[in-house]
């Protein structure tokens, strides 16, 4: 069985500053892991993912995340937020076996303050 | 190219009624996913629907659920007696094939409130 653990449903953050949302997985078989983000009333567009290569993977408008399998995590990571970042992000995973069913995680509202 | 649609996007029912939820996925997809998001919670995975077949429906309730993808039409995901827990956020996401790593788009989903 798959698992994610999103450890903070809620990160505010000013203008301009650094973010990072963390995402721990459990898997007992080899992992694809995903960042979701929901805007306020839409449904939820694909960020960024890993599938295997690079544990470094980026999105067209400047977050990153990085695989790490000693530490079973895909942290998100931003170096400077815009307002119009603030969304909810989730993380995912999907097994080989599993298709593309995806098991999320509970969800990060990032809040940006100007 | 028209993304996923989902309709009704509210959705009111009485303790009891029916409810259906149709997902049209995006043009050239025949792999439909169903996913249930619980206030507060992450999304959770009812059922992979491929055009007539029903191909994993491990994360739907035993009793009262049922969905369905026609060959014509869209997906209906059909709760029936609703209870007040049924009141959730119902997403529905396409994708052209079922490989892991190929894109699920999804759509704005359907608010579901039980009075």
């Known amino acids: 069985a798959q698992s994610v653990t999103q450890l903070d449903s809620q990160v505010p953050v000013f203008e301009e500053a650094p973010v990072e949302l963390r995402c721990n997985y459990s898997?007992?078989?080899?992992?694809?892991l995903f960042w979701y983000v929901q805007y306020p009333n839409q449904g939820l567009q694909l960020l960024l993912k890993?599938?295997?290569?690079?544990?470094l993977v980026e999105s067209i408008n400047g977050f990153e995340a990085e695989f790490n399998k000693s530490q079973t995590s895909f942290h998100l990571r931003k170096p400077s937020v815009h307002i119009s970042d603030t969304a909810e992000y989730f993380c995912?995973?999907?097994?080989?076996?599993?298709?593309?069913?995806?098991?999320f995680g509970g969800g990060t509202r990032v809040l940006v303050k100007p | 190219n028209a993304g996923v649609m989902q309709n009704p996007r509210h959705l009111v029912r009485r303790r009891g009624q029916e409810a259906r939820l149709r997902c049209s996925p995006m043009?050239?997809?025949?792999?439909v996913y169903w996913y249930r998001q619980l206030p507060e919670e992450g999304l959770k995975f009812m059922v992979y629907?491929?055009?007539?077949?029903?191909?994993?429906e491990s994360g739907m309730p035993k009793e009262r659920f049922s969905a369905e993808f026609p060959k014509e039409g869209p997906s209906i995901l059909r709760i029936q007696q609703v209870v007040r827990g049924d009141s959730a956020a119902y997403f529905c996401?396409?994708?052209?094939?079922?490989?892991?790593?190929?894109?699920?788009?999804f759509g704005q989903g359907t608010r579901l409130t039980v009075v």
């Open positions: 898997s007992s078989v080899s992992v694809y």
């Open positions: 043009k050239g997809h025949s792999h």
């Open positions: 629907l491929q055009k007539e077949n029903i191909i994993d």
């Open positions: 995912a995973v999907s097994g080989a076996a599993a298709g593309n069913k995806l098991t």
């Open positions: 890993y599938l295997s290569g690079s544990t």
């Open positions: 996401a396409s994708s052209e094939r079922r490989e892991v790593g190929t894109e699920a788009f």
